[in-house]
Nanobody
Framework: VQLVESGGGTVQPGGSLTLSCTTSESIFNMYDMGWYRQAPGKQRDLVGTVTAGGRTNYVDSVQGRFSISRDHAKKTVYLQMNSLKPEDTAVYYC????????????WGQGTQVTVSS
């Protein structure tokens, strides 16, 4: 399963960015999707998830600011990030977990998000 992220960049505090993660997998609707991030010198942490059925979950630090959605026709999951803070600076990764076999777990290459004035 190939995952390709895009949409990263540099934004000022308080700004917005939307990340995209597109897969070539024809059965995208069988995967739960997640966004993770890794800041320099830190471990990779969960940002939020969206199930194949569209149910979302977020960590407290992004609740109310970030939103995850998925478009089954485009086989794409989005991370809309608003009210960005310097501490949101990280490499953001897309993750896909096969509902039929959770051991099948795939990662994108990551996209850099920098929040700086």
């Amino acid at each position: 399963v190939q995952l390709v992220e895009s949409g990263g960049g540099t934004v000022q505090p308080g700004g917005s960015l939307t990340l995209s993660c597109t897969t070539s997998e024809s059965i995208f609707n069988m995967y739960d999707m997640g966004w993770y991030r890794q800041a320099p010198g830190k471990q990779r942490d969960l940002v939020g998830t969206v199930t194949a059925g569209g149910r979302t979950n977020y960590v407290d630090s992004v609740q109310g600011r970030f939103s995850i959605s998925r478009d089954h026709a485009k086989k794409t999951v989005y991370l809309q990030m608003n009210s960005l803070k310097p501490e949101d600076t990280a490499v953001y990764y897309c993750n896909a977990v096969d509902q039929r076999d959770p051991a099948r777990n795939f990662w994108g290459q990551g996209t850099q998000v920098t929040v700086s004035s």
